[in-house]
């Protein structure tokens, strides 16, 4: 039987389900958090720090990511304060710096307020949220992925770079990459990397909405945001 404690996210006492994480609990009540390597039902890992929140306690705020921060009774959440807008920005703004070419990452950046990249694009081809490896390991029991080395040398691959004969095959971690997600005008080639912005009208949908909350832009259709849950590209 479901328990259920109380919690208030952005002023508003709301009912929480026992055990789920502050992400999940605003996704289902229509607060934007916006976030990129959530994926529901899968274990959180707090890699891309794209859904931090300030949690009050005993009067203090602590910023910590959401999707790792299961609810309390009691406890006090703020997702959109200024100081997390700023926080937030930045990091789309590293994250699209460093890999601009998926229109995932293009859409969270401008969903996150970045409207120009100060600092040198990188092109790269993995951010690390490591959507792949947890699927792989938890729905698939597979782990035929996993991450590799420390710091500057961490990537994702196979064990050894081969393909195990344990891989299933299922085509999970591709469908889960947020990298396997093009711009809408193509890829974007070295040395030619730019911030699209196309999508930014998506955001007028919610002018005349709270702030914070959910208009069901598409922003997050593509990648699989929580509100777009069973949602295929």
């Known amino acids: 039987m479901q328990q259920f404690v109380n919690v208030t996210i952005d002023g508003a006492i709301i009912k929480a389900v026992k055990g789920t994480s502050v992400l999940d609990t605003a996704i289902e009540y229509g607060i934007c958090i916006p976030h990129l390597c959530h994926i529901p039902y899968v274990s959180d890992m707090g890699a891309c720090r794209l859904c931090i929140v300030e949690n009050v306690v005993n009067g203090r705020s602590k910023v910590t990511t959401s999707c790792t921060l299961n609810v309390e009774d009691g406890m006090e959440i703020w997702t959109n304060t200024e100081k997390i807008r700023r926080l937030r920005k930045n990091i789309a703004e590293l994250i699209v710096a460093q890999a601009p070419n998926s229109r995932a990452i293009q859409d969270v950046a401008v969903r996150c307020g970045v409207r120009e990249v100060r600092y040198p694009f990188r092109n790269e081809n993995c951010i690390l949220c ?3 490896v947890r699927v792989c390991e938890e729905i698939w029991q597979a782990r035929a992925r996993g991450f590799v080395g420390r710091g500057k040398e961490r990537h994702v691959d ?12 299922c085509g999970a971690c591709i469908q889960l990459c947020p990298m396997t997600i093009p711009p809408c ?4 080639r070295d040395g030619e990397e730019y911030l699209c912005g196309k999508c930014e009208s998506q955001l007028m949908i919610g002018e005349e909405m709270p702030l914070g909350s959910c208009s069901w832009c598409k922003l997050g259709e593509g990648f699989g945001c929580g509100r777009y849950v069973g949602v295929l590209r």
């Open 130 to 132: 490591g959507r792949c």
């Open 158 to 169: 196979f064990p050894f770079g081969i393909r195990p004969d344990f891989c299933k095959e």
């Open 185 to 188: 005008d193509g890829p974007i």
